[in-house]
Structures are given as structure tokens and as C-alpha cells.
């Protein structure tokens, strides 16, 4: 399924009204407290879903930089997704790449509601 199909859909399905991409092809939706970004590579094969999770605290990096290498082995404490580091921004940041092949409606649903959750609990 297309991103723009997919995401039409969820945002008609939860009452958001009409929703379009900026100007670079992402698709921004408030979710809780979360900003999570939604965009295609430029084949519109995969998914890349994206937020920020915490500042990066130059006091505390080195040990924080250990638990994320730590969470991101094998995915398993990433629930699947990589934490990554925006050094321009400051920000950690929580990812995950899904083909858009594997999507419909529903597993788009699940999708999120599954990312907004793993995210909120690795925010700092």
C-alpha cells in the first residue's frame, strides 16, 4: 500500500480530517506527547516511522550512549526499531522501518499504536 493511502485512512479513521505531506514527503502526526514522523524512501517501498525520545545530556552521554548500544543488540530491547542520535538537534531519536508491501489499514493501525507505545517507554 502507498504511505499516502495508508495515512489518509488512519487520520480519516481517528478523526483527524484531511492530512497531506510537507513539502519533503513526510507526514507529521501529534500522537500523546509524541511528534512521529512518517516517511517513505524514494523507491515508496519502506516505511521509515520516526520520533525523538529524549535531549542528549552532555553530563550523562557516555553512560546513556552504553544503554542505547545495549538496547539496540539484536532489537531486542528496541522492541524491533533503532535508537539513533541527531547530534545537529541534540535529540535521541526512536525508529523503525517497516516495508509498505506489508501494510493495509490494520496492521498500519497496530503499526503505530505499537510504536507510540515501545517509544514512550524508552523517552528519557
Given at each position: 500500500?502507498e504511505?499516502?493511502e495508508?495515512m489518509?485512512?488512519?487520520?480519516?479513521?481517528?478523526?483527524?480530517?484531511e492530512?497531506s505531506?510537507?513539502d519533503?514527503?513526510?507526514y507529521?502526526l501529534r500522537?500523546?506527547d509524541?511528534?512521529?514522523g512518517?516517511?517513505a524512501?524514494?523507491a515508496?517501498?519502506?516505511?521509515?516511522v520516526?520520533?525523538?525520545?529524549?535531549?542528549r545530556d552532555?553530563a550523562r552521554?557516555g553512560?546513556?550512549?552504553d544503554?542505547?548500544?545495549?538496547?539496540n543488540?539484536?532489537?531486542?530491547g528496541s522492541?524491533?526499531?533503532?535508537i539513533a542520535?541527531?547530534?545537529e538537534?541534540?535529540q535521541?531519536?526512536?525508529?523503525r522501518?517497516?516495508?509498505?508491501?506489508?501494510?493495509d489499514?490494520?496492521?498500519?493501525?497496530?503499526?503505530v499504536?505499537?510504536?507510540?507505545?515501545?517509544?514512550?517507554?524508552?523517552q528519557d
Amino acid at each position: 500500500m502507498e504511505l499516502n493511502e495508508l495515512m489518509v485512512g488512519f487520520a480519516a479513521e481517528v478523526g483527524l480530517g484531511e492530512i497531506s505531506a510537507d513539502d519533503t514527503g513526510a507526514y507529521w502526526l501529534r500522537i500523546d506527547d509524541l511528534s512521529v514522523g512518517f516517511i517513505a524512501d524514494e523507491a515508496g517501498r519502506t516505511l521509515v516511522v520516526y520520533t525523538t525520545i529524549g535531549e542528549r545530556d552532555e553530563a550523562r552521554a557516555g553512560a546513556l550512549a552504553d544503554v542505547l548500544l545495549e538496547l539496540n543488540n539484536l532489537y531486542i530491547g528496541s522492541f524491533g526499531g533503532t535508537i539513533a542520535l541527531d547530534r545537529e538537534a541534540g535529540q535521541y531519536a526512536y525508529q523503525r522501518r517497516v516495508s509498505l508491501a506489508d501494510l493495509d489499514k490494520d496492521s498500519f493501525r497496530a503499526l503505530v499504536e505499537d510504536f507510540v507505545n515501545r517509544a514512550e517507554t524508552l523517552q528519557d
